[in-house]
């Protein structure tokens, strides 16, 4: 991977404190987590908002105060009305030795006892209407806000200036925001004042199809054209593959490590995965229980492909009202990337639960803003109580403290109701902050900005999958035997190799772009869940003062070279629509495999909520229930490899399995594939 020599802004390591502050706002002591030190006071009418000023903006240029007239938008998030109460209420509603574990409240409860009261709306108003803003926008989390860049200023106690950082020139505030200290406890952030944009990712999807058009989406109130955006997918594998795992050998090729290789499967069928986790022999169907999907945009085949789909791996359709999409208000538009994002979720989701109901959650856009509203829906009218989530913020510790805490607040409320969030941790190993250029992923302009030059490079975990309050859901390479039993399992990165010009020897070098991502999270404390199960290496980093959460929590298939076959309608080219079945996966695949095991699980407890699962997901480790990932199955030093051909002209490429960087899959937990990966009991 590209290594950047550029100057840096300080490491979210050195801001640890500052960041964890803002986050401990919204979970406090009762979490167990870092404690949030007292508000420096600008004066004695103000008070800081902590780590409100971006990191970034030490690394660029201060090109000057921005002109007064200058508009801006932005969000300020309310606080609540009792922080620390939420935080103890979701720790105990979800632990299972608690009395009050499972006594899950319905949003309106929810609001009730820990939401914004209507003085405290009613304060945080008047303070930004006196300072010469409008207010446009009033929700329960948040009031939005029009001004100048004149009145800005005077209501956040800061001076907005323009930067010049290495991606751009964007406008930022030059000091720590301050608000009057009577509603400084109402204030759990504000977003928009910086508008460097926040890169947001999907793992399995748009990383591997990126959309041919990257404008702006427009909303509308009709619901998305029936043609599909165009988009290259995959094509089926172009050398010979396996039916499973070491059925055909490379004897044709050379050997690598003294053995040949085998030929990578044609990618897992339906059934294949079925088995192996003995969702088949089990009986559960899902019946009864409704699961969601959060994404951005919305594909406008995703009921006639889910159909194709099924018929074609031996599923029934979906009944009437089975599958339901949830949009924005104004609607969305297609957009490639994110269409096959949709619809690799969904069918995985259908395949392990088939008589679930499906509801798919739909932002306007892929900003952080849009999606952080997608989640809020969820959680406001309960659409689900499993929702799996295969998107990412890029690097958790270069984002805005308010957009942490913002998406924070909504976890824990998710949670006291009884939701489950299932969320992929990434699949740019450990080092996200540097995968920006690799991997081309689009960057949308949002209420929100990094806080670290884009071109910084350096280890760290992506977000929410980092957020304590989800359950992080890491990748694996997956071997079925002959009988679609298990056969071995490592962590998902590769060493890839081609064949020398003399076509007798393999190159193997270690640059993959991508792989499960795993690691600390310096902008998360270690939550109570995890003591006495993380070592101590993996929960206190070099350069970490404190205990720091580690992702993943659990893992399961995602290998893409090895695959899942996904059936998609596409456009090929004007007026050319087409359905393919193409082999895909990433950490996008892994998080909705098990979010459908838990559908299951959910329907074995007749329908009572699991809720937030890490507290029950830690207290089995080292049980039959999980399978405890290796890099190495088969003993120190013995290495699985397999061959395949991607495209049809491009070179063979052979894969050497289980090596993630510096994420390694050991006995007992790890930092690339957490507790293990679910076993058939």
């Not at 949670?415 to 990434?426: C, L, Q, R």
């Amino acid at each position: 991977m590209r290594r950047d020599t550029s100057p840096k802004a300080p490491n979210a390591r050195t801001l640890a404190p500052a960041l964890t502050a803002v986050w401990a706002l919204a979970t406090a002591v009762a979490a167990g987590l870092l404690p949030s030190p007292t508000a420096a006071a600008a004066s004695p009418e103000r008070q800081e908002l902590t780590a409100s000023r971006p990191a970034w903006t030490a690394a660029g240029h201060d090109g000057g105060a921005l002109a007064a007239t200058a508009p801006v938008d932005a969000r300020v998030y309310l606080a609540g009305r009792d922080p620390a109460a939420l935080a103890a209420y979701v720790r105990a509603v979800s632990d299972p030795h608690s009395p009050m574990h499972g006594k899950f409240l319905t949003p309106q409860q929810a609001a009730g006892q820990f939401g914004a009261t209507a003085s405290q709306i009613s304060a945080v108003r008047n303070w930004l209407t006196r300072a010469g803003l409008t207010v446009t926008e009033s929700t329960a989390h948040y009031l939005a806000v029009h001004g100048t860049v004149a009145a800005m200023n005077v209501a956040f106690g800061t001076s907005l200036h323009s930067y010049a950082s290495s991606d751009g020139t964007y406008r930022a505030p030059s000091t720590s925001l301050s608000v009057p200290t009577a509603v400084r406890a109402a204030v759990l952030g504000v977003i928009g004042l910086d508008d460097r944009p926040v890169k947001v990712r999907t793992p399995g999807g748009a990383a591997r199809q990126p959309s041919t058009s990257r404008t702006p989406v427009t909303q509308t109130s009709t619901p998305p054209p029936p043609t599909p955006p165009s988009v290259t997918l995959p094509p089926t594998p172009a050398s010979p593959c396996s039916a499973y795992f070491g059925e055909k050998k490379a004897t044709d090729l050379p050997s690598l490590f003294g053995h040949p290789a085998s030929y990578a499967p044609c990618g897992y069928t339906l059934a294949q995965i079925r088995d192996v986790y003995g969702v088949t022999s089990s009986g559960l169907t899902g019946k009864g229980e409704t699961v969601a999907v959060i994404a951005a945009h919305a594909s406008p085949t995703i009921e006639s492909d889910l159909n194709r789909w099924s018929t074609d791996v031996g599923l029934p359709p979906l009944t009437p009202g089975q599958l339901a999409q949830d949009l924005p208000a104004g609607g969305t538009t297609p957009d490639a990337g994110w269409s096959f994002e949709q619809t690799m979720d969904l069918e995985a989701l259908h395949g392990m639960a088939p008589d679930a109901r499906l509801k798919y959650v739909a932002a306007a856009d892929y900003s952080s803003t849009a999606l952080l509203d997608a989640v809020t829906r969820v959680v406001d009218r309960h659409l689900a109580s499993i929702v799996s989530n295969s998107w990412t913020l890029y690097a958790d510790d270069e984002l805005p403290a308010a957009t942490l805490a913002a998406f924070d607040q909504q976890f824990e409320l998710g949670a006291v109701e009884g939701i489950g969030f299932y969320v992929a941790s990434g699949d740019e190993s450990d080092e996200p902050s540097c995968q920006g250029e690799v991997g081309g992923f689009a960057s949308r302009p949002a209420t929100a900005a990094t806080s670290a030059p884009a071109d910084s490079c350096h280890t760290t975990v992506e977000f929410p999958a980092s957020d304590p309050w989800v359950t992080a859901v890491g990748a694996t390479s997956l071997g079925i035997n002959s009988h679609g039993r298990y056969a071995f399992e490592t962590s998902w990165r590769d060493r890839n190799g081609t064949l020398s010009a003399d076509g007798r020897s393999w190159q193997v070098v270690d640059e993959a772009a991508w792989g499960s991502a795993g690691g600390a999270s310096p902008a998360f404390a270690q939550p109570y869940y995890q003591v006495g199960v993380v070592p101590d290496a993996l929960r206190k980093p070099t350069g970490a003062s404190a205990a720091e959460r580690v992702v993943p929590d659990i893992a399961a298939f995602g290998d893409w070279d090895i695959g899942f076959t996904v059936g998609l309608t596409y456009q090929v080219s004007p007026g050319r629509i087409a359905y393919g079945a193409y082999k895909n996966g990433g950490t996008s695949l892994s998080a909705p495999l098990v979010a459908g095991l838990q559908v299951l699980a959910q329907q074995a407890r007749r329908g009572i909520p699991i809720g937030f699962a890490n507290p029950r997901i830690y207290a089995r480790y080292g049980t039959a229930a999980y399978h405890d990932v290796s890099d190495h199955p088969f003993g120190a030093g013995t290495e699985i490899t397999m061959v395949d051909r991607p495209r049809p002209g491009s070179p063979l490429t052979i894969h050497v399995l289980g090596h993630d960087n510096s994420l390694q899959a050991l006995h007992g937990f790890d930092n690339a594939t957490g507790v293990g990966s679910p076993s058939r009991s």
